[in-house]
C-alpha cells in the first residue's frame, strides 16, 4: 500500500508517523513545498523576539531525522500541483523547475492555511511582512538585522498579533496594534477584551482600535500606514497579521467537494468526497459539536487529533470518528494569560442561540499563600438546561489547567452542574478548596434556579437610573476611590439596618467589587420583600473596564494618564526619601492593598517612599486615584509576571493641604437630621471613608441628629421650661440611641452594639472618636440648639456651632451633600 502525504507540518507529519507505526509495510512519500517539515510555527514569534535565542529548537524533526526513524521518504522542496482523482495521481514540481507525477493507493491533503494579503496600495513594499512559516520568520529577522526597528505596526490584534507585538516590545520597538474591530482577541467578548486593553496599555501599546488600514507609502523614514479615518502611522516595520484561509486550491482544481464555510469537506472519518482522499488540519471544515454548522478551525492541537485519527482510517479502514473541534486557544500576552474555549457569548448571540453568562473574578490560588494573583473567568450556557457553550480566562497563572478542564465539559456535551463535580486537586500552592472553575458552576446555577438574577453590564450602561436604585455595597471606602454614578452606598455589613433608605416599589440594582457581596446582598433584600432585586454579574471590575473609552493615541489622555500628570509632581528636594519602604500586598483583594497603602503612608515622614507590591490587577489605577485625592506622589508605576508594583512619596503638609482645598468641589457635607442608631453610625463611616482620601468633610448636626454629639458627663447648665422637657425626651447622649426599626424599647440598640463588638466592628462612639482624629469638622445647627434648649456646653469640645450661611459655605465647594 502506497500512501502519499500533501503537507509536512503538524497534521501530515503526524499521519506519516502514526502510518508507520501501524504497519511497516506500507510505502509513504510526504511532500513539503517548503524547506522544512514538523517545526514549531507557534513558536516563531518568540524566536523573533529572542526569548527563543537558537533557531535550532524551532525544529522538532528534521527531514533527514525524521525520514530515518520512521522509514518515510521525505521530499521537501516539492510542491504538488495537480491530484489526478481517476488516475489516482499527483503531479509534483521541484525547486529547481522539473515536474513529475506520483502514483498513490490512498492520499492525505494536509496544505494548511495561507495569511490573508488584502489588495492594498503598497502592500507589497520592503518591510510589511506576514507570519506563518520558517521562511517568513527567517526574512523578518533578517530585516530586523538589517534596520534599526524602533516603530512597528502590527494589523490585525489576533492571538498571533499580540504575541508579536510582545516579542517586538521585547525586541525594543514601539508598538502599535491596528484593529478594524472595537476589542482584540476575536474570539473572547468584548468584556473580557477590555481587560486585555488595560494590560497592553499598561505595557505601552498603542491601540487603534475600529480602524481600517488604506494604503502603505514606503518612504525615506520607513513606511507610512494610512487609516480610512486618515489617521496615519510611520513605522519601521509592518506585520499583517489579518488571518488566515484555507488552502484549498489544489482540492478544488482537483474536483474535490468544497464546503460552505469555504474549506474542504470532510466526513466523520476525515474522508473527502473521494473514497481515495482524506483531508486534515487548516484546510478542512468540519462540524462545530456544538452548533452542528461548519466552522474552520486554525489549531495545531485539532490538527495533530485529526491526523491520528486518519491514519488510522486509512491503514484500518473507517473505524475511527472525528468528534469534532471546540475551539480551544490560549495566548500569552505580556504577563496575562488569555484563553478561550467553545462559542462566545457573541457568537451564540449572531445564531440566535438564547444563552445566559456569568463572570466571576477569583484567586488563582490561596489567597494566604504568597503570588495569588486575580484570574478573570466567563462562561456562557444554556438558559433551559445548563449546558456549557464556551468559556473565557484572563489571568497569571493557572489559566492553561483551568481552560482545558472547561473544554473536556463542553466537548462531552456537559452543564454547569459538571463544573461543580469536577473534583479539583488543592494545595495552597495550586488552588483555593473552591476552585474558580467550580465557583463559576456555583454562580451559574444560582443564575438557573433563580437564586440571583443577573444584571450584565451593558444593561446597566443603558439603564435608565431615575426608574431604579443602584445599591454600590462595598466599603465606604472603597465607595470613595470610585464608584458608579447615582449609586447609594450602603455597605454590605450594613444593609440590614439601613434596609429602609431603599425603597420597595421600584427594581434595585446592587453591586460590588467582584459580584459574591452582591450576591449576599441581593440575598438579603429578597428575603425582606423586595421583588425586582438584580446583582451586576462580574461586579465594577467588569463594568469599569467594559465601559472604559480606549481612546486613540494622541486624542486624548487616558483617566490612567491624567492621574500621572495630577500626581507627578516634581520630587521634594532632600535625602528623606533614601530609604524606600517595601510592603507585600499580594493575595489581597480590592480594597485590601489600597487600605494597607494608606495605613502604612501614615507611618512614614514627608519625602519618604513607600514601594507596594500587590496582584490585584486595578491596584495601581486605585493607588493613583488615591494619590490624587491625598496629595501624594506617584514615583513608579509598573507591572511583572501579573504582579503590580507602585512607588509613593509622601508629600508634605504644604502639598498635601494644596490638594485638600482645591476649590474643584471635592469636598464632602453630611446633615445628620436624625438620632437614630443605625444612621448616625452610617453617617460617621461614610465621612470617615471620605476623610481617608483626604478630602474635606463636614457633618452638619440638626434638630435630633445632636444627640449624636452631646458629652457623657455635662456641666450643669441653666434652660428654661421647654429646654428642660425636650431634654427628658432626648436621649441624654449617643449611648441611648436607639434603632430606626426593630429598637423593641432599646432591646434592639443593645443587641446591635452586642454583635457590632463581637463581630470587631468600631461602636458608634469609636467611629465618631476616629472622624475627630480624621479632622471631619463638627457643626451644631444654631437655630436648632435654640428651639431644643441645647446649650453648647452639652456637646463635644471640638464641635463649632453654625448656622445655614455656615452650612452653605462648606456645600459649596463639596461635590456631595447628603441628608441623614
Given amino acids: 500500500m502506497k500512501y502519499v502525504i500533501v503537507g509536512g507540518v503538524a497534521g501530515g507529519a503526524t499521519a506519516a508517523a502514526r502510518i508507520r507505526r501501524n504497519t511497516e509495510k506500507a510505502d509513504i512519500i510526504l511532500f513539503e513545498r517548503g524547506d522544512y517539515i514538523s517545526y514549531a510555527n507557534c513558536g516563531l514569534p518568540y524566536y523573533i523576539g529572542n526569548v527563543i535565542t537558537e533557531r535550532e529548537r524551532l525544529f522538532v524533526q528534521t527531514p533527514e531525522a525524521f ?10 522542496r516539492s510542491e504538488v500541483t495537480e491530484v489526478n482523482l481517476q488516475k489516482k495521481t499527483v503531479t509534483v514540481r521541484t525547486s529547481d523547475g522539473d515536474t513529475y507525477v506520483e502514483a498513490y493507493d490512498k492520499l492525505l491533503l494536509s496544505p494548511g492555511a495561507s495569511p490573508v494579503r488584502p489588495p492594498l496600495p503598497g502592500i507589497e513594499s520592503e518591510g510589511i511582512f506576514t507570519l506563518r512559516n520558517v521562511s517568513d520568520t527567517d526574512r523578518i529577522k533578517t530585516y530586523m538585522q538589517q534596520h534599526a526597528v524602533k516603530r512597528a505596526v502590527i494589523v490585525g490584534g489576533g ?24 476589542q482584540v482577541m476575536g474570539p473572547v467578548d468584548y468584556s473580557m477584551a477590555a481587560l486585555v486593553h488595560e494590560h ?57 467537494k468544497i464546503g460552505e464555510a469555504r474549506g474542504i469537506w470532510v466526513d466523520e472519518y476525515l ?21 452542528g454548522k461548519p466552522w474552520l478551525n486554525y489549531l495545531a492541537g485539532p490538527a495533530n487529533r485529526q491526523a491520528r485519527i486518519v491514519a488510522d482510517n486509512m491503514v484500518f479502514g ?19 494569560t488569555v484563553a478561550s474555549t467553545g462559542l462566545a457569548a457573541k457568537r451564540l448571540k ?34 433551559t438546561d445548563g449546558r456549557l457553550y464556551g468559556a473565557q480566562i484572563v489571568g497569571y497563572e493557572g489559566v492553561d489547567k483551568r481552560i482545558d478542564a472547561y473544554a473536556l465539559v463542553i466537548k462531552h456535551h456537559g452543564t454547569v452542574y459538571d463544573l461543580m463535580e469536577v473534583e479539583h486537586a488543592y494545595a495552597p500552592p495550586f488552588s483555593s478548596a473552591k476552585d474558580p472553575v467550580a465557583v463559576s458552576g456555583y454562580v451559574a446555577g444560582n443564575i438557573l434556579c433563580g437564586k440571583m438574577t443577573p444584571l450584565y453590564w451593558r444593561e446597566l450602561r443603558d439603564a435608565d437610573l431615575t426608574k431604579v436604585t443602584l445599591v454600590d455595597v462595598r466599603t465606604a471606602d472603597e465607595y470613595a476611590l470610585g464608584h458608579i454614578d447615582g449609586a447609594l452606598n450602603i455597605p454590605l455589613d450594613d444593609l440590614r439596618e439601613r434596609i429602609g433608605e431603599i425603597p420597595s416599589d421600584r427594581p434595585v440594582y446592587v453591586y460590588c467589587g467582584v459580584g459574591l457581596r452582591g450576591y449576599l446582598a441581593s440575598n438579603i433584600l429578597k428575603e425582606n420583600g423586595y421583588g425586582d432585586v438584580r446583582n451586576l454579574i462580574g461586579g465594577i471590575k467588569t463594568y469599569k473596564a467594559a465601559t ?141 471613608g471620605a476623610a481617608a482620601t483626604g478630602q474635606k468633610v463636614t457633618v452638619f448636626f440638626t434638630f435630633w441628629g445632636l444627640n449624636a454629639i452631646k458629652k457623657v458627663a455635662k456641666p450643669s447648665v441653666k434652660k428654661d421650661a421647654f429646654g428642660k422637657m425636650f431634654g427628658w425626651m432626648m436621649p441624654s447622649d449617643s449611648s441611648k440611641l436607639g434603632l430606626s426599626k426593630m429598637n ?30 480624621n479632622g471631619v469638622e463638627f457643626i451644631a445647627c444654631q437655630m436648632s440648639m435654640d428651639v431644643m434648649g441645647v446649650k453648647k456646653e452639652e456637646l463635644l469640645d471640638n464641635v463649632t456651632v453654625g448656622g445655614v450661611a455656615t452650612y452653605m459655605d462648606r456645600a459649596e465647594t463639596s461635590n456631595l451633600n447628603m441628608f441623614i
Fill in 67 to 76: 525520514g530515518k526513524r520512521f522509514r518515510v521518504d521525505v521530499r521537501t
Fill in 159 to 182: 492571538f498571533i498579533g499580540l504575541e508579536m507585538a510582545e516579542n517586538l516590545h521585547h525586541a525594543g520597538a514601539e508598538v502599535a496594534v491596528v484593529e478594524m474591530a472595537d
Fill in 200 to 256: 497592553l496599555l499598561q505595557k505601552g501599546v498603542k491601540l487603534y482600535l475600529k480602524q481600517a488600514v488604506e494604503s502603505f507609502e514606503p518612504g525615506r523614514n520607513g513606511i507610512t500606514v494610512r487609516f480610512q479615518s486618515g489617521i496615519s502611522l510611520d513605522a519601521d516595520l509592518v506585520l499583517l497579521s489579518i488571518g488566515v484561509r484555507p488552502e484549498t486550491s489544489l482540492a478544488q482544481k482537483a474536483g474535490l
Fill in 271 to 291: 474522508q473527502t468526497s473521494d473514497a481515495s482522499v482524506y483531508a486534515v488540519g487548516d484546510a478542512i471544515e468540519y462540524p462545530h459539536p456544538i452548533t
Fill in 318 to 336: 473507517n473505524k475511527v470518528k472525528y468528534e469534532g473541534a471546540v475551539g480551544t486557544s490560549i495566548a500569552k500576552v505580556f504577563d496575562q
Fill in 350 to 383: 449572531q445564531m440566535n442561540v438564547p444563552y445566559l453568562s456569568a463572570t466571576i473574578h477569583s484567586a488563582s490560588h490561596a489567597g494566604y499563600y504568597p503570588g495569588s494573583s486575580q484570574t478573570d473567568i466567563k462562561i456562557v450556557f444554556s438558559p
Fill in 548 to 688: 472604559a473609552e480606549v481612546k486613540l493615541p494622541g486624542t486624548g489622555e487616558s483617566e490612567e494618564e491624567k492621574a500621572r500628570c495630577a500626581c507627578n509632581a516634581p520630587a521634594t528636594d532632600g535625602s528623606e526619601h533614601s530609604k524606600t519602604i517595601c510592603v507585600d500586598a499580594c493575595g489581597m483583594q480590592c480594597p485590601g492593598p489600597v487600605l494597607k497603602l494608606k495605613k502604612e503612608m501614615e507611618k512614614l515622614l514627608p519625602g519618604q517612599r513607600l514601594e507596594i507590591t500587590a496582584t490585584d490587577a486595578g491596584f495601581s489605577r486605585d493607588a493613583e486615584s488615591w494619590c490624587r485625592m491625598t496629595g501624594n506622589r506617584i514615583v513608579e508605576v509598573s507591572s511583572h509576571a501579573g504582579k503590580y508594583k507602585v512607588v509613593v512619596e509622601k508629600a508634605t503638609s504644604c502639598a498635601a493641604e494644596a490638594v485638600r482645598q482645591e476649590p474643584e468641589g471635592k469636598g464632602k457635607t453630611f446633615i445628620l437630621f436624625s438620632d437614630d442608631l443605625d444612621k448616625t453610625l452610617a453617617t460617621f463611616v461614610l465621612a470617615n
Fill in 744 to 773: 423593641m424599647g432599646g432591646i434592639g440598640a443593645k443587641m446591635m452594639r452586642h454583635v457590632m463588638k463581637r463581630r470587631g466592628v468600631d461602636s458608634l462612639e469609636s467611629l465618631r472618636q476616629q472622624a475627630i482624629d
